[in-house]
């Protein structure tokens, strides 16, 4: 500690160099947070999802196979099974916008029974449950299109040759680290306005997308009694569905979001390998300005060794500023990144991409740890020829 | 004012390799430095002061011969101790200061007090005792650009008797500073030698600063050439 007034001003010496140093480590950390906080956050709330006793069934073929909605029904009927509802996307344009908000057609009454982390004013919820065109949107979403209870909501059709005409029943609100810009509406009111539609048209291609849509629950969603049953829920949901037309797949809430994280293929491996490239990249940044600024501090290290200061200590001092230097970057990069995505709402930004975003803890210490390792491995080389750089000639100059 | 024996040089060579040359830089050299003596060393540009400053100070290592400092040789420690003999025994006065410029002039003269198991407290005592001594009492918090180069070289005088070493070595000390400053600086130097006991060994080319020695030596490539004591005989010499 006596020594951090020395530390400290050295690694003052030269602002500038310091202040870019800093400046290109915490810009490359915060962009990696941003790279690596997508995946470690998709892992972290699918894993937060556990607590949740939730496991959803879809087709056995993807999302493009059929899952009939009689089904919801029957599967709310086993044993284990507190509620199950469908999960219908519609993926409607709300007016002109072109990536639309996630929109599920859901059955009204049970929805909020079984993603319980969610609340509604009961009131709110009743006039949910009692209007077939209501709707129950998150409170980002409000937040973000200005929307109210009692509001229109009018959704265009995209790929579905519907379009809907909801009004805003109720708000939800939850968790940060859950979907809080969605739009849940009755699948009942979709499901009749595909029939409506098959039943009305003359056979045209319209008519034949509304009926092989129609009675499709999607996926669904479904509230086990207790976590120990969720295994076996899934393989007798299976089994019961296994020879039939359309066969399911059915897996635990975490299970079914990480699968969405490996539709991503190798993209993640991209990412890791880029966070690497960074890292050497700054590498080279910071040991170049630690090697500077070794070299114009010759004759003061030698004469620190002439008075005394052993191989150690030199080596001790010039690591700890590199430590200290980068590490000041990696606070601002990481730890900055992480309290903007707390404070600001980034997933505004993401054009509707992402429902939301935040740096997880873990990858916001991992990217400190790079900084100080940064710090160490660029500063060893500096420190290590000081600590064995002679005396005689450092200070020939001089002496 | 002189007494036993501190510093003894016996029979010491001192060469430097320089790819397939030896070059000799000190040859035979035999050399006995009394307990609190002033000592002064002149001779030509690579005559071997520096050199020679530098083995008694135990920055460097003879190539024969033995340097005997209070009976003990420098050249039995390891690097270790060696530095360790310094930070505790020596304390270095530069031609350029060598300050580290990003420290206040307190901070620079407890570079050394860092090393000692001193509390910040006794830190905090020695520094301004020492710059009591060289007179830059209320000048602690200027770092070294704020100061003129007198009050720069007082500072490191400041910082080489923080330790209260009983060698100092001054390479030059008044090299680099006006006439009326170099007097001042040799007249804290003689303050030292007479009312704080160092012994002080000096390399310089100023015959105004040798007449403050007790005593000159004279090197010539590498040998002692003449050894003179009595103020008379330094005067006229310088």
């Not at chain 1, 200061?309 to 990481?334: P, Q, W, Y």
């Not at chain 1, 790079?370 to 200070?395: E, K, Q, R, T």
């Not at chain 2, 920055?59 to 209070?70: C, F, K």
Request: aromatic share 8%; glycine share 8%; net charge neutral.
């Amino acid at each position: 500690m006596k020594y951090f007034t020395y530390i400290l001003r050295n690694a003052r010496r030269n602002p500038v160099r310091t202040g870019l140093t800093i400046a290109s480590t915490s810009i490359c950390l915060f962009l990696m947070m941003i790279l690596l906080s997508f995946f470690a956050m998709s892992a972290e709330v699918a894993s937060a999802s556990r607590i949740f006793n939730r496991i959803v069934t879809m087709n056995a073929n993807g999302f493009a196979g059929m899952l009939p909605v009689a089904r919801v029904r029957q599967i709310a009927a086993m044993d284990g099974v507190v509620a199950a509802t469908p999960f219908q996307w519609y993926g409607g344009k709300y007016h002109d916008e072109v990536m639309p908000f996630a929109q599920f057609g859901v059955d009204a009454d049970v929805v909020f029974d079984i993603i319980d982390e969610f609340t509604v004013p009961p009131d709110q919820l009743a006039d949910f449950k009692a209007n077939r065109k209501g709707a129950v949107i998150g409170r980002k979403l409000a937040k973000d299109r200005n929307l109210k209870v009692g509001d229109s909501l009018p959704l265009k059709g995209d790929i579905y040759p519907v379009d809907l005409d909801l009004v805003v029943s109720g708000i939800y609100d939850g968790p940060n680290n859950r979907d809080l810009r969605m739009c849940l509406f009755h699948f009942e009111y979709l499901d009749e306005a595909l029939k409506q539609t098959a039943m009305a048209g003359s056979g045209g291609s319209l008519t034949t997308e509304a009926a092989r849509r129609s009675g499709n629950a999607g996926s669904i969603f479904v509230k086990c009694r207790s976590a120990e049953m969720m295994t076996d829920l899934c393989r007798r949901i299976d089994d019961e569905y296994r020879s039939t037309e359309f066969p399911t797949r059915t897996q635990t809430e975490e299970a079914f979001g990480q699968m969405f994280e490996e539709m991503m293929g190798d993209l993640k491996n991209t990412v890791y390998w880029i966070g690497a490239a960074v890292v050497v990249s700054l590498l080279f940044v910071a040991g170049n300005a630690m090697a500077m600024s070794m070299r114009e501090r010759t004759s003061e290290v030698a004469v620190l060794k002439a008075i005394g200061f052993n191989k150690g200590l030199v080596l001790f001092l010039v690591l700890t500023e590199a430590v200290l230097v980068a590490g000041l970057g990696g606070a601002i990069g990481a730890l900055g990144c992480k309290f903007l995505c707390d404070f600001v709402d980034v997933a505004r930004f993401s054009g509707g991409f992402l429902p939301f975003f935040y740096v997880p803890w873990n990858t916001a210490l991992l990217g400190l740890g790079v900084s100080l390792f940064v710090g160490f491995a660029s500063g060893l080389v500096p420190a290590v020829l000081a600590a064995n750089s002679s005396v005689i000639d450092g200070l020939r100059k001089v002496v | 004012m002189e007494g036993s024996p501190s510093i003894e040089l016996r029979g010491v060579d001192k060469e430097y390799r320089r790819a397939e040359f030896v070059v000799p830089v000190l040859s035979d050299l035999d050399l006995t430095v009394a307990e609190g003596e002033f000592l002064a060393l002149m001779g030509p540009s690579g005559s071997g002061k520096s050199t020679l400053l530098n083995l008694v100070a135990g920055l460097d290592t003879a190539t024969r011969g033995e340097v005997l400092v209070h009976g003990r040789n420098l050249g039995n420690l390891s690097e270790a101790e060696i530095t360790r003999w310094r930070a505790d025994n020596v304390g270095f006065i530069f031609q350029t200061y060598n300050l580290i410029p990003v420290l206040t002039a307190f901070e620079n003269v407890e570079l050394p007090l860092l090393l000692t198991k001193l509390s910040r407290k006794k830190r905090r005592e020695n520094v301004k005792t020492a710059l009591r001594i060289v007179g830059l009492e209320g000048r602690e918090n200027h770092t070294p650009r704020q100061l003129s180069g007198g009050q720069e070289q007082r500072v490191a005088i400041a910082r080489a008797i923080a330790t209260d070493p009983y060698l100092l070595v001054a390479d030059e000390p008044t090299g680099d500073l006006d006439r009326a400053t170099a007097g001042e600086i040799l007249d804290l130097l003689e303050l030292l030698n007479r009312e704080f006991q160092k012994t002080i060994v000096m390399v310089t080319h100023d015959p105004l600063a040798a007449r403050r020695a007790h005593r000159v030596l004279y090197l010539d490539k590498g040998r002692l050439v003449d050894d003179v004591t009595d103020e008379t005989s330094i005067s006229a010499a310088s």
